[in-house]
């Protein structure tokens, strides 16, 4: 079984950064797809970012120019490097990876979350 653990999430002012990190473990043969989510309260859980193993990545037009996705491959850990950080961006952020595990199947996991508040 595939298991994401989250972390880096905290309380930080507006124009302040962050850096969440996302490690998966298991038996994990490869990871194609890992990405970063988001949920705040009573809204719908959102694409944050995502990052193939080629190389490829895709943003969210909120937070574009300002988060940056990023992969330790040799880890099986992304990484979401957030700057500029405005009140709108406060919720649960929550990573996700997609690949194959060691008994030839897809998996499809998703971490904890991690809260990540935004002070004016």
């Known amino acids: 079984q595939v298991q994401l653990v989250t972390s880096g999430g905290g309380l930080v002012q507006a124009g302040g950064s962050l850096r969440l990190s996302c490690a998966a473990s298991?038996?994990?043969?490869?990871?194609?797809?890992m990405g970063w989510y988001r949920q705040a309260p009573g809204k719908q859980r959102e694409l944050v970012a995502t990052?193939?193993?080629?190389?490829?990545?895709n943003y969210a037009d909120s937070v574009k120019g300002r988060f940056t996705i990023s992969r330790d491959n040799a880890k099986n850990t992304v990484y979401l490097q957030m700057n500029s950080l405005k009140p709108d961006d406060t919720a649960v952020y929550y990573c996700?990876?997609?690949?194959?595990?060691?008994?030839?199947?897809?998996?499809?996991?998703w971490g904890q979350g991690t809260q990540v508040t935004v002070s004016s």
């Open positions: 996700n990876a997609e690949g194959r595990d060691g008994f030839a199947k897809i998996f499809f996991a």
């Open positions: 298991g038996s994990i043969f490869s990871i194609n797809t």
């Open positions: 990052s193939t193993s080629g190389g490829s990545t």
